[in-house]
């Protein structure tokens, strides 16, 4: 099954042989697809910025940080392992030139973020003071005293006891650790700069600092991952206990070094697991972690309390205003989607001539809106209809009638008096399942 492209293969096919992992994304993070964003309608963001400020709907704001040790193998976003402090210094303080620019629109003015997320790359690749002046200077533009959630996004060797203190000082309440794999010759393998004792090393101490949250992430599926490794990752994984887990099922997009590595040896089929088996491997961590009291929360996701929140998830999901900061980041503000510069150069250029960095935009419908939000948030395992009725004012029941009723007839999904249901076996393949709800102009799009 092409991961990239629904006309090779209908999403549900189930062919005898193994569905071997090809090229291209599987991962649904958005809708429409991002290959429909154009430059042609970047006029639109202005048009939105130019709009008064809206009271109703929350905002978030994600600053990317496109700095890392080392380029892992299966990374295809927008990051740099060469530049020095004075680079990074320049990047930062065009960042923050960006965001002093965008927080004077009328649409923006006098609102503070809901939530506020340092995604990368590698925040943490930033040393103590530059995480300080970073972190200060975003806080004089819009205060953070009203956000819910400052996630941050860390890569375990680059941290300190010194960052780690750092971090949870300036107000971060969720920490995420990349870790993925705990066994070196994985981690090595794969690209990966960090290896297990620094995992250990930095949880322990960042358990110790009181963050409300942490949460690990896990790949299943990574080159040369065996049966036996994997067990011992999920136990090791309970045995930290951590309030989330994240649990992604390995593929290789375009522009990462195992695809170079593909398409100079002429090969069709990526050295890592095939989707039998990762999702087999998922559904195991995801029955382990039951039995250590875990709750499974989502396609990707357990949590130790099922109370907990993810304010930047399910905010997104639900059509928040997000603002976009840095190299290749992408958000949305009112029913437009957009992305910036995807290199940092032009980035730069921009940002210094006073004007937006911004490189593509969409501007969705109301049906695309409501297809969007109907996709993501079924990743959740269960939906109501009586939401999107008095949202949208539309019955999905009657109008998704056709997919539901062949995932229905398919054994993935059931209905239940105002809930749509996921089972287990659907919930591990959701991604794919979720092409059956594009809209017609969209099911031919490579989702890249």
């Known amino acids: 099954m092409s991961t990239t492209d629904s006309t090779i293969n209908h999403p549900l096919e189930r062919p005898e042989e ?19 964003w154009k430059p042609e309608y970047k006029t639109k963001i202005d048009e939105v910025l130019d709009r008064p400020a809206p009271k109703d709907v929350p905002l978030g704001v994600y600053f990317h940080i496109p700095f890392c040790r080392k380029r892992c193998h299966f990374c295809y976003f927008r990051v740099y392992t060469d530049k020095n402090a004075a680079e990074i210094r320049a990047y930062i303080d065009a960042g923050v030139k960006e965001y002093e620019a965008m927080a004077k629109r009328a649409y923006l003015q006098g609102r503070k973020p809901k939530f506020v997320y340092f995604g990368g790359g590698t925040p943490s690749y930033l040393s103590v003071d530059q995480l300080q002046d970073l972190t200060d200077r975003m806080k004089a533009i819009m205060p953070w005293d009203d956000a819910e959630e400052v996630a941050f996004e860390c890569e375990p060797g680059t941290l300190t006891e010194k960052k780690l203190a750092k971090i949870r000082e300036i107000g971060v309440t969720r920490l995420s650790l990349g870790v993925e794999n705990f066994d070196d010759h994985i981690l090595e393998t794969n690209g990966r700069a960090h290896r297990g004792k620094e995992i250990e090393r930095a949880y322990r101490f960042a358990q110790s600092l009181g963050f409300p949250q942490i949460n690990i992430d896990l790949i299943a599926g990574m080159m040369e991952e065996t049966e036996d490794n994997w067990k011992r990752v999920v136990e090791k994984a309970i045995s930290l206990e951590p309030e989330c887990v994240t649990i992604y099922q390995m593929e290789v997009p375009f522009n990462t070094t195992i695809y170079k590595q593909m398409k100079e040896g002429g090969k069709l089929t990526a050295p890592v697991a095939d989707w039998q088996t990762k999702r087999r491997w998922v559904d195991y961590a995801f029955n382990e972690f039951e039995k250590a009291g875990y709750t499974v929360s989502s396609a990707t996701t357990v949590v130790k309390n099922p ?10 999901w639900e059509g928040a205003d997000l603002l976009p900061l840095g190299v290749a980041s992408f958000g949305m503000l009112a029913d437009v989607h957009y992305q910036n510069q995807a290199d940092v150069g032009p980035y730069m250029e921009a940002v210094e001539a006073g004007e937006s960095p911004a490189f593509r935009a969409y501007e969705t419908s109301a049906e695309e809106r409501l297809v969007r939000e109907f996709i993501l948030r079924l990743k959740l395992g269960m939906i109501r209809p009586s939401y ?52 017609t102009e969209h099911r031919d799009a490579r989702y890249t």
Request: proline residues 4%; glycine residues 4%.
């Open 18 to 36: 193994r569905e071997q992992t090809e090229v291209g994304n599987y991962f649904v993070a958005n809708y429409p697809p991002f290959s429909f």
């Open 307 to 316: 109370d907990v929140k993810f304010v930047y998830r399910d905010a997104l």
């Open 388 to 439: 999107y009725q008095h949202k949208f004012g539309v019955d999905v029941l009657e109008r998704f009638q056709k997919p539901l009723a062949y995932l229905q007839s398919e054994g993935f999904i059931r209905l239940e008096e105002d809930a749509i249901i996921l089972n287990r076996e659907g919930l591990l393949q959701v991604d794919r399942l979720l092409h059956e709800f594009f809209l």
